[in-house]
């Protein structure tokens, strides 16, 4: 094959073009989620269920995106939105990102930084299955989720927790994206097994990310 060949000339032009990619350090990592359910999971998803953003989440961004996201996901599941918690069920949502410095290896992260998050389930570690060790191809931040659902007495009925792990270049670091794709994961088989903890690759949640770059 001639060295000047289209041929040739293509196929550098796509090695190229990866090169280029992987100097970019573009990554998305899968979303790792951990569940506990209750010992009454008949009184999920049905009836009113109010959306509380925990006063700790301070970013305007994020407390708008995640409660929309957690907002669709709790629809889709047969519940009824309401304004206020009275009679109803109560989903206490909280979410913060977390940088990952350098090369450096990074110990497992709790949700809900450091607040307890109701009588089962409270301080547990995510990060389990997921390289954290950053770097230039590696990931940059880990951006977590937490739903707390519990009834009209504040009795917990289901606790579930997501974390993903991005470069700050991928689509899914962006704020809206990364909220629907964890609340995606997190409803995922709702209510799931109590104190399971699974894997869910991004490209099973047909999430949009388009105009998120």
Known sequence: MHPHSPTVRTVAAACAALALSACAGTYTGPVEVTRFVSERPA???????????AEEVENANARAAFREAVGSELLRLGY????????G???I???????????NPRSPVTVG???????????????????????RSGPNVVTELEVRISDAAGEALWEGRA?????????????????????AALFKDFPGGNGET???????LNVETQGSE
């Not at 009824?80 to 009679?87: V, W, Y």
């Not at 949502?93 to 090369?103: E, S, V, W, Y």
């Not at 930084?113 to 770097?135: E, F, K, P």
């Open 43 to 53: 009184a999920l998803g049905q009836g009113a269920i109010a959306l509380v953003i």
């Open 113 to 135: 930084s450091g607040a307890s998050t109701g009588s089962y389930g409270s301080g547990v570690g995510l990060g389990i299955g997921i390289n954290l060790g950053g770097g």
């Open 198 to 204: 699974v894997t869910v690759e991004v490209d099973e």
């Open 93 to 103: 949502i909280r979410t913060r990102r977390t940088q990952i410095a350098g090369d």
């Open 80 to 87: 009824i939105l309401a304004a206020s918690p009275e009679g």
């Open 163 to 183: 974390q993903i792990p991005t470069s700050i270049k991928s689509p899914y670091s962006d704020v809206d994206v990364s909220a629907r794709t964890l609340a």
């Open 89 to 91: 069920q109560q989903a």
